[in-house]
């Protein structure tokens, strides 16, 4: 033997694996066909709360949560007829009644009649897990409830409105001659045909939705504001709101048209329904491009938030910030889920009668 390898026999003979074995993080045991413990480290009864000689006293299937029982004595059965396991997950209960989740790697010794395993505790991922789903389960409830209230609403306002554009059609325009009286009239029945318009293409999305991902195109920002203004326009003359507008940062974005159409219209409204009282409404709207992404920044100076109450509320479903009568709590939630769908953000900043200022970042 070499002098080199005389050492490296020396050294290895010099490792002490029961260090490895004590200090672990991880479970490690050797158990027997029997179902008993024959050997744990310090981590296996420090997170289980047993003394080591209640957990060797004990079968092995004691220490495991009621309902993986099942599967868990169905799976040990496959390890002792020679097959290794891998990753099994299964649930154990402290001493003290906590559930904590551990993930199996087990190699059986058919010849010694022992199983070799490691655990790890994977109680924190499924924590997350289990959070994540939770919130997946309630979004997908919270669209359905909107899916079947768009569907509902679209349903309900067809025959009114419908009816109301009838009435246009028996109007004989001859026989008026008041140019004002004229002129109402045509804006009256401009903003039906606009609101008739506007349902039959949000209903078009909805089956659209609900079959295909979203559609982005190239939008442009003054026609899409153009055509809501349109149809609110008898709501912008009577609150004699200022819309000040300002697209010459770009006047373009890759975004959904009916989504900008939707974002417009609530922040708009929502604007002139909840200016100060006799104030007039001043909204700017413009567009701006900051270190290679577009934003659209939307002001005004109305009522605002008090954002320390709010923050963490006011994009939420049902959530209602003024005492409002025609305040539904619908409305910015939809104005988020619209740019966060499409991988944009939304800021807000705001003071109680200072107005609010929404910042909206496109991902395109």
């Not at 310090?42 to 220490?63: H, N, Q, R």
């Not at 154990?92 to 058919?110: C, H, R």
């Not at 199983?115 to 409830?141: F, M, S």
């Not at 005004?300 to 910030?321: A, S, T």
Request: aromatic share 10%; charged share 25%; hydrophobic share 40%.
């Amino acid at each position: 033997m070499t002098e080199n390898n005389a050492s490296i026999s020396s050294l290895k003979t010099d490792y002490h694996f029961d260090n490895f074995f004590n200090i672990s993080a991880d479970f490690i045991c050797i158990a027997g066909f029997d179902g008993y413990f024959k050997r744990i480290n310090p981590a296996v009864s420090k997170l289980l709360g047993y003394t080591d000689d209640e957990l060797y006293a004990k079968p092995i299937s004691s220490f495991v949560y009621a309902p993986d029982l099942k599967i868990t004595i169905e799976t040990r059965e496959q390890v002792y007829k020679n097959k290794p396991l891998l990753n099994f997950e299964n649930r154990y209960l402290t001493k003290s009644g906590e559930i904590v989740w551990l993930s199996w790697t087990s190699m059986p010794v058919e010849s010694e009649k022992l199983v070799y395993a490691i655990a790890k505790n994977i109680t924190h991922k499924k924590r997350i897990e289990e959070e994540r789903n939770l919130l997946l389960a309630n979004l997908t409830q919270i669209n359905k409830e909107l899916t079947v209230l768009s569907h509902k609403t679209s349903h309900d306002l067809k025959s009114p409105i419908n009816n109301m554009l009838s009435v246009f059609s028996l109007i004989d325009s001859s026989k008026i001659h008041d140019p004002e009286t004229l002129e109402l009239i045509n804006i009256l029945k401009l903003t039906s045909e606009n609101l008739k318009q506007t349902l039959s293409d949000s209903i078009d999305e909805l089956v659209e939705n609900e079959s295909i991902n979203t559609q982005i195109e190239e939008i442009n920002l003054n026609e899409s504001l153009k055509e809501v203004l349109i149809s609110i326009n008898s709501l912008v003359q009577d609150s004699k709101a200022v819309i000040k507008v300002d697209f010459s940062a770009f006047e373009n974005v890759t975004f959904n048209k009916a989504y900008i159409k939707s974002i417009f219209l609530n922040l708009v409204t929502n604007s002139i329904k909840y200016a100060k009282p006799h104030h007039v409404p001043v909204i700017t709207i413009h567009s701006k491009k900051v270190n290679g992404v577009n934003q659209l920044i939307f002001s005004d100076n109305g009522l605002g938030f008090d954002m320390d109450k709010v923050r963490d509320k006011i994009f939420g479903l049902y959530e209602k910030f003024h005492s409002n009568s025609d305040s539904n709590g619908i409305g910015l939630y939809l104005v988020y889920n619209h740019i966060t769908s499409l991988g944009g953000r939304i800021a807000v900043e705001s003071k109680i009668n200072e107005g609010a200022k929404f910042t909206i970042s496109f991902k395109y």
